[in-house]
């Protein structure tokens, strides 16, 4: 993206501008990639030095609380610390971070955005395979009304997944049908390559699909 950007610039005749490469993280193992270019390069000094070097910014949410004062302005941005704070919990059982921002939910009224509440609670069950009873105990902790919002969240959560099967019904659908398609293409004497390119197929599934019959 860099390089494009670049490009346009010297296209235009103005100078280079100023990219900032910028890394987020939230995964559950450590981050263990040098920040420098020139670390994943085993080579001496006297080849690094006429090598292009760069590092990047990272962000690492594991290193990362929101309620260290350095991160106070943020607060003022309640979507983005509830974002960041979610998902740096997804992958371990950090509950006390989830009731902290339930609790600043309710002091900075954002539980009046019920929509970006359900979002956010959505993506709690799904990463943390939280029990609606323990997530609906945590909300009441925090004075928010579980028993109130719950309902809403289950019933979305059901249409979700009612609308995840169908689309995994109708791809299956629509697999099979090219699938048969391919069948009467082959006995037609057309190549593997040809087939590939009329119905959209990979090669994998074609020679799979053919294994079996």
Do not use: C
């Not at 302005?73 to 979507?79: I, K």
């Amino acid at each position: 993206m860099q390089e494009i950007m670049w490009q346009k610039d010297l296209s235009d005749g103005k100078p280079f501008r100023v990219i900032i490469p910028l890394v987020f993280y939230h995964g559950k193992d450590e981050w263990d990639i040098p920040q420098s270019f020139l670390g994943k390069f085993a080579v001496s000094n006297e080849i690094k030095k006429f090598l292009l070097d760069f590092s990047y910014v990272l962000f690492d949410t594991q290193d990362w609380n929101f309620k260290e004062e350095k991160n106070g302005g943020l607060r003022d941005n309640v979507f983005l610390l509830t974002a960041v704070t979610l998902m740096k919990s997804a992958f371990n059982e950090d509950f006390e971070s989830i009731r902290e921002i339930f609790k600043f939910w309710h002091e900075s009224g954002f539980i009046r955005e019920r929509e970006n509440m359900l979002f956010f609670l959505a993506y709690l069950s799904e990463t943390k395979d939280i029990d609606p009873e323990k997530l609906k105990i945590i909300l009441e902790e925090s004075k928010i009304n579980g028993g109130d919002i719950m309902p809403t969240l289950a019933e979305r959560l059901r249409e979700e997944g009612r609308n995840e099967g169908k689309e995994k019904w109708m791809n299956e659908g629509k697999n099979e049908g090219k699938l048969e398609a391919a069948r009467r293409l082959l006995r037609e004497d057309f190549t593997i390559e040809q087939i590939v390119k009329f119905t959209g197929l990979s090669e994998e599934q074609l020679k799979k699909a053919f294994s079996e019959k």
